[in-house]
């Protein structure tokens, strides 16, 4: 009986209300929302490295500034601007790795440098199968610093230590 009462009464109240509309706000705590942020480097970093692995340099430039810089082992010392010279190592080497590259990025640490700036420094391990199809792993000490415009980031500046891009024969 009771069931049967508790039904008709929604049923009532079903009849006399049209619509509801209910808003969660959700407020994170400061902590909260930093780590949030902290993530999104991490996650866009990590994103930055599969399209490197995977030799995708469409995916790789819409990560990267077009005036990206880099200091890195394969530019010898030397600032690069843009990313024409990356361009060379996706087209001749990356595209071609036929074995899976797999990267580990190691302690990262994202500085945030107010609301549209953030640095991450980290050490990169890549593991690879060489032509004798023997395992090996390769380190490299990276920071990037990445700028969000319309509210997506971008690389914008890199400095590598370490082992070049390309796995070693």
């Not at 049923?11 to 959700?26: F, G, N, Y």
Request: negative net charge.
């Amino acid at each position: 009986m009771f069931r049967l009462l508790c039904f008709w009464a929604l049923a009532s109240l079903q009849k006399t209300i049209w619509h509801v509309s209910v808003q969660v706000t959700c407020v994170a705590s400061g902590e909260d929302t930093v780590q949030a942020r902290k993530q999104e480097i991490i996650k866009a970093t990590e994103q930055l490295i599969e399209a490197i692995n995977t030799g995708d340099f469409e995916a790789y430039t819409k990560i990267c500034d077009p005036g990206l810089t880099s200091f890195e082992p394969e530019a010898l010392g030397n600032l690069v601007e843009g990313t024409d010279f990356h361009r060379f190592y996706f087209e001749n080497a990356l595209s071609k790795v036929k074995n899976p590259i797999h990267t580990i990025l190691l302690n990262p640490h994202v500085h945030l440098i107010g609301e549209d700036a953030a640095c991450i420094a980290y050490i990169r391990l890549t593991q690879y199968i060489d032509h004798g199809g023997a395992p090996r792993t390769m380190q490299s000490e990276e920071t990037r610093i990445w700028h969000r415009r319309d509210g997506k980031w971008q690389n914008i500046h890199f400095h590598r230590s370490g082992s070049p891009t390309v796995p070693a024969k």
